[in-house]
């Protein structure tokens, strides 16, 4: 048998050290952003005057890549204090807000939640580590589509997202163990109570545009419990009645199928 060439001798021994340095780099890219993450649980978070102390919710925060849930341009500030833009006049929250809320929810990993107004998909996700199924709905078709296949490229399979008017809930899949709504109605919605089972939970910013409480709902029997827990500024609830292609006739109307 002839032997190995000097050339071909060098191409083998080349070969492992491309094979690990490829991976390497893609961990030293994504660590810098998990370094951003875990200064964000500890700076807004877990710091005296935010006191989020639900372990789980905690470790979720520190999980979810926030990065990837916002605009490419803006992923060098996905970890800062603040709501930042996602296009249609839309935002996707604060990650203290997303933390309050689904503390707030008290998420257990059997439980089934709604959320309404999916936006990026961020608070889908997070809720997605700490339950069994997500249901979300999101009233603006392009970032219902982006949200679904971005969850769905993320690797998330417990959450089915839909196209449509969360008011009137998702009535297929009630009822549900908790309900989250991140976008403000002037009153509770009926279709939304109804959903929720006996001793659920349900957190949703109520009011006009600037004028808005966090409220804490808790369901017993025909009895809702209600506490204001946070004053906030959410986008308000739009209605699909408003949007012009929808004076179709009836039979046309029917609620779009989970993306
Ligand atoms: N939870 C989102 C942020 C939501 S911003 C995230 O993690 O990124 C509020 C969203 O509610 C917006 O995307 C807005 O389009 C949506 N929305 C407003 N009215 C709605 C309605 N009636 N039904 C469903 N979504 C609605």
Redesign the pocket.
């Known amino acids: 048998m002839r032997k190995p060439t000097l050339l071909k001798t060098l191409w083998l021994m080349a070969l492992p050290v491309v094979d690990i340095a490829a991976p390497r780099l893609a961990v030293a890219a994504d660590d810098s952003f998990a370094h951003a993450r875990q200064r964000m649980v500890a700076e807004q978070l877990t710091a005296p005057g935010r006191d989020i102390t639900n372990a789980q919710v905690l470790t979720a925060m520190g999980k979810v890549p926030r990065h990837e ?1 916002v605009p490419e341009g803006l992923r060098s500030l996905a970890y800062q204090d603040r709501p930042l833009p ?1 296009g ?1 006049d ?4 604060q990650p203290y807000i ?1 933390a309050f809320m689904t503390e707030q929810l008290e998420p257990r990993p059997t439980d089934c939640v709604l ?10 996700a997070v809720l997605a580590d700490l339950v069994a199924q997500v249901y979300t ?4 078709k392009d ?1 219902a589509e982006g949200a679904a296949s971005n969850l769905r490229r993320l690797g998330y399979t417990n959450v089915h997202v839909r196209a ?4 009137k809930g998702w009535p297929e899949a009630a009822p549900f163990d908790a309900i989250i709504v ?2 403000a109605p002037e009153k509770v919605p009926q279709p939304l109570v109804e959903q929720l089972k006996n001793g659920g939970r349900m957190i949703i910013p109520v009011g006009s545009t600037w004028n808005q409480e966090l409220v804490l709902l808790r369901k017993h029997g025909d009895k809702l419990d209600r506490h204001a827990v946070l004053p906030v500024r ?7 009645s408003q949007e012009p292609e929808l004076s179709k006739p009836k039979s046309e109307q029917a609620d779009q199928p989970s993306l």
């Open positions: 849930f996602i249609h839309q935002t996707i929250s997303v959320e309404i107004g999916t936006g990026s998909g961020y608070q889908a709905i999101e009233i603006i970032l449509g008017d969360g008011y991140t976008c959410f986008v308000p609830m739009t209605r699909q």
